[in-house]
């Protein structure tokens, strides 16, 4: 059966996904310089034939997923009402997904197709039907949850996430959103399937009992 999996979530050892003030020029927000640091490093690695843990993790993040799921600010920086509809998301006219994305935003616009398969859509439908329309765009694949915080959030309160893999920074923030805030009953359920570092951060991946 087909799952809604999380991958690469980066967190501090605080707790914080982000920081404060997202913007254009700082996507992550302030107080988390370098939280991502690892990921970037190991994608690079990839990309030239490296291996390692990092990159053994970000890779399984692409393997058998047909869609994904993330949040208005994970596309993009702006908030509110669209002024107009000329941004397209941070990653430039072939985005990296080559399949169906689901923007969640009570802004809603027409579906955005890119190049390289990649198509975006605008929805503030109840997060089930998000996902079952998901699932259905990945014709029997695994969908996978992005961020940002808010979004997993929700999803994680619905009990809906099935793999949850956190990489956890050496770093404290002291401030900005938490990933796992705010989620009542959420988290019941989940044990860790695995826990393990690397020389930059802490692999811990969780999935349903």
């Not at 640091?37 to 990309?47: E, V």
């Not at 994305?101 to 009570?106: A, E, G, L, P, Q």
């Not at 503030?124 to 997993?152: M, N």
């Not at 893999?165 to 989940?190: C, K, Q, S, T």
Request: charged share 25%; glycine share 12%.
């Amino acid at each position: 059966m087909p799952k809604l999996r999380a991958h690469n979530l980066t967190i501090t050892l605080d707790g914080f996904a982000t920081g404060t003030d997202q913007r254009l020029d700082a996507p992550f927000g302030d107080g988390v310089d370098g939280l991502h640091d690892w990921m970037f490093a190991a994608m690079r690695d990839r990309a030239e034939g490296r291996t390692g843990i990092d990159v053994d993790f970000v890779a399984r993040s692409e393997e058998n997923i047909g869609a994904t799921i993330m949040g208005r600010n994970m596309f993009g920086p702006l908030r509110g009402p669209w002024q107009d509809e000329s941004w397209t998301g941070w990653w430039g006219d072939n985005p990296p997904y080559h399949h169906d994305v689901f923007v969640r935003t009570h802004h809603l616009r027409p579906s955005l197709p890119m190049e390289g398969g990649t198509t975006f859509h605008f929805s503030d439908e109840p997060v089930e039907t998000v996902l079952e329309r998901a699932f259905d765009a990945a014709a029997g694949k695994d969908v996978r949850i992005g961020g940002g915080p808010d979004t997993v959030q929700q999803y994680l309160r619905a009990q809906l996430v099935d793999e949850l893999h956190l990489a956890i920074a050496p770093m404290l923030a002291g401030r900005g959103e938490r990933l796992l805030d705010n989620l009542g009953d959420g988290v019941d359920g989940y044990r860790v399937a695995e826990l393990t570092s690397s020389a930059t951060v802490t692999h811990a991946v969780l999935v349903r009992r």
